[in-house]
């Protein structure tokens, strides 16, 4: 898995990454490069730290309300039957130079206290990046926010 740590004005966020689920939303993104894309984070939540322990892709054609209340309500279900919770929202915007939250913050804010995963188009390019970068709720406006993603 992966570990991110959060350097942020309230002091450091934990978010954990398993292995499958960073690959679900890179592949995600990878599948549909000339898309937006997003998807839901699953796994379990303790304070300030977060572990994401699977990612469900949603779309990659931009997200309706109406599609997204009811394809939250079935990952819901899926993440309750095997003991965990929606944590997260991932998503790619569709231009390579475009590193904006977007309608990020608002769906994050749908979810309640969840923490965002932003792939970052124009880092995929470089091997030796992760591309992935980690907001809490609570700080996706504070571009202040640095995170660092390690292997465990």
């Not at 959060?6 to 954990?16: D, L």
């Not at 915007?93 to 804010?109: L, Q, Y």
Request: hydrophobic share 45%; net charge negative; with cysteine.
């Amino acid at each position: 898995g992966y570990h991110l740590r959060e350097h942020a004005m309230g002091g450091p966020s934990e978010v954990r990454v398993a292995s499958a689920a960073y690959a679900k939303a890179l592949l995600h993104a990878a599948t549909y490069p000339h898309c937006a894309v997003d998807g839901l984070c699953l796994g379990r939540a303790d304070g300030d730290a977060v572990s994401i322990v699977d990612a469900v892709p949603l779309f990659h054609n931009g997200t309706l309300a109406p599609m997204l209340e009811a394809a939250t309500a079935m990952v819901e279900k899926h993440a309750a039957a095997n003991g965990w919770t929606v944590v997260g929202y991932y998503y790619a915007n569709e231009h390579v130079d475009d590193e904006s939250i977007g309608v990020a913050g608002a769906i994050a804010a749908m979810l309640g206290e969840a923490c965002v995963l932003r792939v970052s188009n124009a880092r995929l390019a470089d091997p030796a990046d992760h591309a992935l970068s980690a907001s809490q709720k609570r700080n996706l406006r504070d571009h202040a926010c640095v995170s660092t993603l390690t292997p465990r």
